[in-house]
């Protein structure tokens, strides 16, 4: 009996490391769009001191987070990325440090000029691709593990959180006419997709692996998840519509506000399911 109690511990703490590591890995693909997002706020006048600090608090998760993937930290419960996906985070490591290099430049000097917003832009578009890939492979290498449906249910809820912010970093990209056109048209596939995941999440989803939601609580926050997307994409309706947007200090405050609320949300039924 005590071997087994032994065995049921580790069991239960491999799967919970394994949990903890989709999530971590999952937040850096939202810290990607956060960053560029707040990168857009100053370039479009938004220098509050709380912008700053917002942009160097998510420079630092990040670049912690990518350290606890390669390495492990057991404090944490994150356990070290296995052997076959350590090229994957160097990767993401090489093309994160000009990225940081420059991020750290926008908060020093407190400004953020095209060129600044330019390599921003394309690289945190870079580490999205390959930190969802790398979500992916994890979750792939540990599905023989533990419950594939638990881990998809971390994934893709966790893939909200990255939604919330990527669809803020395209609206204000429309009111910074930073590539106006292509902005306008994939925040439409960015809204399909949330409303795809989070359906998927309350009623099942056989293509994206997802049963009907099982818990009344995680049901609860699944829906006040959706009830504050949907206010927020209403609200950003009239910016995605019109040929040409030109945005007003409120419009862009209520962006970041709200972005933020659905975010928040996300994350409370993220550590739920854990």
């Not at 944490?76 to 440090?97: E, G, V, Y």
């Not at 790398?134 to 990255?162: E, H, W």
């Not at 429309?174 to 048209?185: S, T």
């Amino acid at each position: 009996m005590k071997y087994f109690i032994l065995l049921l511990l580790f069991v239960t703490n491999v799967k919970a490391q394994t949990l903890e590591a989709i999530d971590i890995a999952g937040r850096q693909r939202m810290l990607t769009q956060k960053i560029a997002k707040d990168v857009l706020l100053v370039a479009s006048g938004q220098t509050n001191k709380s912008i700053f600090n917002a942009l160097q608090q998510s420079h630092a998760l990040f670049d912690v987070s990518l350290i606890h993937l390669r390495n492990g930290n057991l404090k944490l419960n994150i356990p070290k990325s296995p052997d076959a996906l350590q090229p994957q985070l160097a990767q993401i490591q090489t093309l994160w440090q000009p990225t940081s290099d420059n991020i750290m430049k926008i908060i020093n000097e407190e400004k953020a000029d095209l060129a600044s917003v330019e390599l921003v832009m394309q690289n945190t578009a870079k580490l999205l691709a390959l930190s969802h890939q790398y979500v992916i492979d994890l979750s792939s290498a540990n599905s023989s593990q533990q419950n594939k449906s638990l881990l998809q249910r971390v994934n893709l809820t966790g893939k909200l959180r990255m939604l919330s912010q990527k669809i803020a970093t395209q609206a204000l990209s429309v009111c910074y006419h930073y590539h106006f056109f292509k902005n306008k048209n994939s925040a439409i596939n960015t809204i399909n997709e949330f409303n795809n995941i989070i359906e998927g999440l309350i009623v099942g989803n056989d293509y994206l692996r997802l049963k009907k939601v099982a818990s009344h609580n995680e049901l609860q926050l699944l829906n006040a998840t959706r009830s504050h997307w949907q206010a927020y994409i209403d609200s950003l309706a009239p910016l995605l519509d019109i040929a040409y947007a030109v945005c007003d200090d409120a419009t862009i405050k209520h962006i970041q506000s709200k972005s933020m609320h659905v975010l928040f949300s996300a994350n409370k039924t993220v550590q739920f399911i854990k």
